[in-house]
């Protein structure tokens, strides 16, 4: 890249068996279109002088309103049948951090994450607490089956089944949603999570991500994704990354922080420090999934170790790109 955009978004939907034979075509076109919808949303806040914070708020938003990802409505079901949602969200200019894990009733969980910086004297909060915390902060609560998606229930069905463990009843005023958008949901495997990261006018970075966890999990459980360092790390000094796949190997590598480490310290380029994690260290491990980053100046690269990864990148003076497949740019 010649010279530093003025800002750069790179925005991923989750990673995993995401391939042209298992999408249908209007299952694409959905979620290429969701993706160009929520890198807009941040775009948008960027392009306006924006922080990146509220850039990669915004974007996420978008993404945790839409049935087709597993975060927010849509979120993947426990094996209980609950939606148990976790988020983080930090500001690479200061290393402030806030986390949420297990919320149940609260809207827009990268919100809530946003607010235990700025109303609390602590980054993570857990369960009953955390979702009383964000009401308390004035976050939209909603009835826990806004976030079910007839989809989802039947990935608990087959995971379940699979398990031999039975199956939940079903929550009560649950829609039987089979046609509309969230019939185009497509079952990617365990992951799904979504995902942020920012640089803006000012220099700053910052990621967030979002995510219902994974399928079939058990009550309780919690992955990488609301973990600071696991799942989401920003840090001028180095980038900013978020990541989606399973949880449990990217918590004992650390990747978020691991891949801010070896550029802050190491001065490896953005892609070769996500590719090193990714395609080396994680799958060394046995663990699948993916990443996406952007530095302060200006480098954005994603790197995954799944058949796909639903992704978006838009920078100042460069188009917006989209990629679903592995073989995309
Ligand atoms: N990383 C998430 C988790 O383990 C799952 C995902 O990315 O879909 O909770």
Redesign the pocket.
Known sequence: MATRPGWALVAHG??GEITRGRLSPAQDAAYRAAMSLAAEAGAGVLRAGGSAMDAVEAAIQVLEDDPLF?AGRGAAFTAEGRNEL?ASIMDGATLRAGAVAGLVTTRHPISAARAVIDGSAHVMLGGEGADAFARSQGLEQVDPVYFFTERRWRALEKGLAKLGLPVPARPTGAPDDVSGKAALVHEEG????VGVVALDAHGNVAAGTS?G??STKRWGRV???PIIGA?TYASNRGCAVS??????Y?IRLGVAHEINALVQHKGLSLQAAADHVIQDELTALGGD?GVICVAPDGQMAWSFNTTGMYRARIAEGEPLVVGVYKDEA
Do not use: L, P, R, V
């Not at 990541?243 to 449990?248: F, H, K, L, R, V």
């Open positions: 989750g990673a597993n976790d365990k992951h799904g999570t995510t966890g994974s992955g990488d994704s799942g990541c989606t796949g399973a949880g449990e990217f999934g």
